[in-house]
């Protein structure tokens, strides 16, 4: 073939493939010229997974009624003028391009208005074909709406994944820049059907959840660092709680999602030594550095940036995340070590300024680094007899316990009581899981679990692995008062729940089910049944950090003490340590010597 030049239509259409790959992409242009508008508040709306239709709208500063041709215009920006501007940018984009390479493979239409403007305006841009400019009424802002894409390149629409996968992609990404963005109102949603609301009111921590779920998110660790112009904010997982990958890793860098990182590694060497190998921590962190320090021209998405100077980056997020880790969760457990006669088995998190206290006191003048996580001093590792220990309660732990004497309760976490032989301190976590399953398992034997409808049935979208391996335990489910039906592809509508968990949120424990079901490697086939009754409980029961009435304290005590495994959850943990009298005696130098 002899060479040609391509006609505009062909080259734009090569072009856009750079920039719109899926619906996703789409989305995150739209979403990121809102935000470079300074909008409060972003909608997006799409229908069949974005393919039909995608709609952003937005509060920012819409566009003159002149300016909306060369908007849709490739290489027409009004964010930068000169390529050293590259270097000064505060924008999101600068390229020039998303509106052109969109309207090339879909049929667009920007409706916009500036605040001064006493209407709006109109343009519709169909296969790169741009379209006459009409006057409408419309709101301060711009709506910009995206239909059919790729109608005019079917090649590209037979790379689309299923629509769940689709619409995972828009989800993750509306997620994502919620979190980054907090003071912007967010909301996406598939016809009528919301996903994702925020409230705009720069809260993190309540988007975090949307992310990860409550229970995750409620065990974040914040990092706030600064250094040298640097800036990191976010939040990373505590070392206990870990993914077999690192796609729960996600980095913004100066408000760009950036993916591939170099900096995953600078956050994974924070993690050195503190995590099993093949584990991953979960991070959404944010970095804030003078835009002379990064290339942010390096990706036709945007979706990669480059350092001036890398070391300087790496070793910022490398100091700060692991000063974060540290702060929050001291790594040798020397003060429980040392009480408690030999180490427990699950890593706790501990407030550093108590664990420090002890390790001064008790480790005569051996000052274990709190930076290695195996130094333990020998005079640690002797010493089993003072406690009953929550290893010895673990090979006993079908002994009852004696009626207690309720004191009251503990940051919120532990109740404390007292009994015939000394002082208990019950974890009201695991205390609940046990008496929970207890009750659970009691009434699936009897093959009678009562189930409550609820009044409002509760839908619940499920990307489609998990939707399949719900599907699967769709009649276990049943069986425990779960009533669970098909609503839609990969949607699931809970229309009852066992009247012992009637008060708790059942989108939310279906949603942390399937979590599990996804974590678990192994099929779940023997005992399954006892799985699932322990994951429910788990999930449902009371949460450490949660205040409870001294009536809701009170019982949770008196189901404990009926029981028949009342020193453990059901997974195994104990649920109480116990302090004999004795014990207090020779602590408090009473008795013999220490
Ligand atoms: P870029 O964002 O790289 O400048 P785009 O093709 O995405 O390129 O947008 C072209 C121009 O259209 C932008 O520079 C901006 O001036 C204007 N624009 C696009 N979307 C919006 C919006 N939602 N609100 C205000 N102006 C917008
Ligand atoms: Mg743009």
């Not at 925020?198 to 250094?227: F, H, K, P, W």
């Amino acid at each position: 073939m002899p060479i040609r030049v391509l006609s505009t239509e062909v080259a734009s259409q090569i072009a856009a493939g750079e920039v719109v790959e899926r619906p996703a992409s789409v989305v995150k242009e739209l979403l990121e010229n809102a935000l470079d508008a300074g909008a409060k508040s972003v909608t997006v709306n799409i229908t069949a997974a974005g393919r039909t239709l995608i709609q952003v709208a937005d509060d920012g500063a819409g566009i003159p009624a002149d300016e909306l041709i060369l908007a849709v215009e490739r290489h027409a920006t009004s964010k930068l003028v000169s390529a050293d501007d590259l270097f000064r940018i505060v924008t999101l984009g600068f390229r020039g391009e998303a509106l052109a390479s969109i309207g090339s493979v879909s049929r667009l239409a920007i409706t916009s208005r500036t605040a001064d403007a006493p209407a709006g305006a109109r343009l519709r841009v169909e296969g790169g074909i741009i379209g006459r400019l009409e006057k409408v009424g419309s709101p301060a802002g711009t709506v910009v709406s995206v239909e059919e894409l790729f109608y005019n390149v079917p090649a590209r629409l037979k790379f689309l994944k299923q629509d769940m996968t689709e619409r995972r992609a828009i989800d993750a990404l509306l997620t994502r820049y919620a979190l980054a963005y907090p003071q912007v109102r967010f909301k996406l949603s598939e016809g009528n059907t919301p996903s994702l609301q925020t409230s705009g009111d720069g809260d993190r921590r309540a988007i975090l959840a949307a992310l990860y779920g409550v229970d995750t998110a409620r065990q974040m660790l914040e990092v706030v660092a600064e250094e040298d112009g640097f800036k990191l904010s976010g939040f990373i997982s505590p070392t206990a709680l870990t993914r077999s990958n690192r796609k729960e890793i996600t980095f913004f860098v100066n408000g760009r999602w950036v993916q591939d990182t170099p900096l995953n590694a600078a956050l994974l060497q924070a993690y050195h030594t503190l995590l099993m190998v093949g584990r991953y921590p979960l991070a959404a962190l944010f970095l804030e550095v003078p835009p002379e320090e990064v290339d942010v021209n390096v990706h036709p998405a945007k979706a990669e940036v480059r350092f001036r100077n890398p070391d300087k980056a790496f070793s910022f997020i490398q100091r700060a995340t692991r000063r974060a880790l540290l702060a929050y969760a001291p790594v040798p457990r020397v003060a429980p070590q040392n009480l408690w006669g030999s180490a427990p088995s699950q890593p706790r998190t501990i407030d550093p300024v108590w664990s420090l206290a002890h390790v001064e006191s008790n480790v005569e003048g051996q000052r274990s680094g709190v930076e290695s996580n195996v130094v333990v001093p020998p005079s640690l590792k002797t010493d089993k007899s003072q406690l009953t220990t929550p290893n010895s309660q673990l090979a006993t732990p079908n002994i009852a316990v004696p009626l207690l004497r309720l004191i009251g309760q503990i940051g919120a976490t532990y109740l404390i009581a007292e009994g015939p032989d000394g002082l208990y301190l019950i974890d009201q976590h695991a205390a609940h899981e046990r008496v929970l399953f207890e009750k659970l398992m009691a009434q699936h034997e009897q093959k009678a679990i009562p189930s409550q409808a609820l009044l409002t049935p509760a839908v619940v979208h499920l990307p489609p692995a998990s939707a399949k391996l719900l599907e699967d335990q769709l009649p276990v489910l049943q069986h425990f008062g779960f009533h669970v039906e098909t609503f839609g592809q990969n949607s699931y509508q809970v229309r009852a729940m066992p009247t012992l968990f009637a008060n708790s949120d059942p989108a939310a424990a279906l949603r942390a089910l399937v979590e599990d079901f996804e974590e678990d490697e192994t099929p779940l086939q023997n005992e399954l049944e006892a799985k699932i009754a322990g994951r429910v409980c788990k999930r449902l029961a009371v949460k450490a950090g949660q205040v409870l009435s001294p009536d809701e304290q009170h019982a949770l005590l008196a189901d404990l003490e009926t029981c028949a495994s009342p020193r453990t959850c059901p997974h195994g943990r104990p649920t109480m340590i116990h302090l004999s009298v004795d014990t207090l005696e020779r602590q408090f130098g009473r008795k013999g010597a220490r």
